[in-house]
């Protein structure tokens, strides 16, 4: 496929400017003209379009099939959603709308706060921060405040995380100016108790801690984990990356938890993917709500408005009040079960589950448990008697017409495969994805190269992706290639229109 670039024709538009013959040229001081035009890409319309139509082709969506992406939760996106958040009164806010004005979303993101409060088992909420990355250095920033406040904030200088953290976690960590210690998960997929109880002490600041776990697995001893840090004087961060597996059935606040943030992108649906656009809410215990971030939306009598009244509070996080659309959606979605949400959490698990009961013979299954919403399976016999990586079962499967599920982690999983299904999907579609992966497995042992060399028949075989992820070419290379590119507006002359005008 052609770049955008190499289809470029010099005076090729796919669109003209209005000319207001009335309006004065803007001047624009002499240092801050351009010497050249932009190199810009010039096509007419038709050609524009079916360039992007094409790149979309090459696309894999949760719209063009089963995404089981492990900790990533890539459920369906109800259409209601998306008609609710292109209402007008949504849309065309402004983000300095008087509140007055803005009653209604105002209203919503309120709602939406009573609602994650109750949730997560909690006292207070902050829609502020824009993903759960950001949610979780909030709640680190929040710990840190909290203890400054006590007058520890010198002393307790640690945070403990699982060994099977997502990588967010220790980098927010250390991000946040802690110190890192990772405590081991014991032969059932738990947290191991008496290596927590070696690290807690004084200095101990917290515990971050997801549950279910990026095993898929509920840590056994949650409640006995709390008390270690309680005891201790430590407060509890819980990831809610996992949350699609308990919404309405445990809460983290029950659990001893006193910081939530809750992935709005995943649990509550959104198009995601790609780095965003997301939403991670923080929702605390009463003793952290004075150091929330600012503002806060604050209901007084049947009016709403935004507090910035707040003398501990860690100040603003992100700009405005958060990413308004993810509220809507995620509103609309939470709505749409009402009191029967957890639902959502029960058909999560049991379409995990139920994947889980059909691949457990053919694949290794480090933990032998029943899973939450999620699960993660092995390779490593594969490997072992085929030569077969984890990776190679993922670049077949796309062969079959499935995403990837997660790979190579949690690290500590060898070969690791992370199965997601999410509560959108149909047992004809798990079935599917079933048959895909038994016919992978035995196509390790009977045509292993045709493994090795997946993808067949996709846009891109192989790609270094290490590579490509640390190296990106964003730019188009002009310097290789003179021949393209718009040339100087003096050697072009009048743009020409090539396409009917609109509404011919
Ligand atoms: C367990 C876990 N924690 C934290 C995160 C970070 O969340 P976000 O991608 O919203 O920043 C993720 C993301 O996939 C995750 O799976």
């Known amino acids: ?78 259409r209601v959603n998306e008609r609710l958040v292109m209402l007008p009164g949504f849309r065309d806010l402004h983000p300095h709308q008087e509140e007055r004005d803005a009653q209604g979303a105002l209203e919503l993101m309120w709602r939406l706060q009573e609602i994650l409060v109750e949730v997560s088992g909690l006292d207070a909420c902050s829609l502020q921060p824009a993903a759960g990355s950001q949610g979780e250095l909030t709640g680190l920033m929040l710990m840190r405040a909290y203890f400054a406040d006590r007058g520890e ?7 403990v995380t699982a060994d099977t953290a997502h990588g967010t976690n220790p980098a927010s960590v250390t991000m946040a100016g802690y110190k890192l210690q990772k405590v081991r998960t014991d032969e059932r997929g738990n947290l191991d108790v008496a290596h927590l109880r070696e690290l807690v002490d004084e200095h101990t600041a917290g515990l971050m801690l997801t549950n279910p776990s990026t095993l898929g697995l509920f840590d056994e001893h949650i409640e006995e984990v709390a008390a270690i840090f309680h005891d201790a004087g430590a407060l509890l961060y819980y ?68 507090d910035y009244d707040r003398p501990k509070s860690i100040g603003k996080v992100r700009g405005f009040t958060g990413p308004f659309g993810v509220f809507v959606r995620s509103y609309a979605y939470i709505r749409s079960y009402g009191p029967r949400l957890r639902e959502m959490s029960e058909v999560a698990v049991l379409n995990a589950n139920y994947l889980l ?114 190296q990106p070419i964003v730019k188009y290379g002009f310097e290789e290639h003179p021949e393209t590119g718009p040339v100087a507006a003096q050697d072009v002359g009048e743009p020409r229109q090539l396409e009917a005008q609109k509404g011919a």
């Open 357 to 470: 009961a059909r691949l457990k013979d053919t694949y290794d299954l480090p933990f032998d448990r029943l899973c939450m919403h999620e699960f993660v399976l092995s390779a490593r016999s594969l490997k072992r008697e085929h030569g077969i990586a984890a990776l190679d079962v993922a670049k077949r499967l796309m062969d079959y017409g499935f995403h990837p599920p997660t790979v190579y982690f949690p690290l500590v999983v060898p070969e690791a495969l992370m199965i997601e299904p999410t509560e959108t999907e149909p047992k004809e579609r798990l079935d599917s994805f079933v048959d895909a992966m038994l016919a992978i497995a035995a196509e390790a042992a009977e045509d292993p190269e045709v493994l090795r060399s997946a993808p067949h028949g996709r846009p891109v075989g192989r790609l270094d992706e290490v590579r490509a992820a640390k």
């Open 1 to 78: 496929m052609k770049l955008i670039f190499e289809r470029s024709q010099p005076g090729r538009r796919a669109g003209t400017l209005p000319t207001y013959p009335d309006l004065p040229r803007a001047e624009i001081p002499e240092e801050l003209r351009r010497a050249a035009p932009p190199r810009l890409p010039e096509l007419a319309e038709p050609e524009l379009v079916r360039h992007f139509t094409e790149l979309s082709t090459r696309n894999f969506g949760i719209d063009t099939g089963f995404y089981p992406l492990g900790s990533c939760t890539m459920k369906h996106n109800p």
């Open 153 to 159: 904030g010198d002393v307790r200088d640690t945070i």
């Open 239 to 306: 990831d809610g990356a996992n949350l699609n597996a308990v919404c309405g059935i445990s809460r983290p606040g029950d659990m001893g938890f006193d910081i939530v943030h809750i992935n709005l992108h995943k649990t509550f649906s959104q198009p995601h993917g790609g780095g965003g656009p997301g939403g991670g809410p923080i929702v605390v215990r009463e003793r952290l709500e004075p150091f929330l971030p600012v503002p806060a939306v604050v209901r007084e009598g049947d009016e709403f408005r935004l």
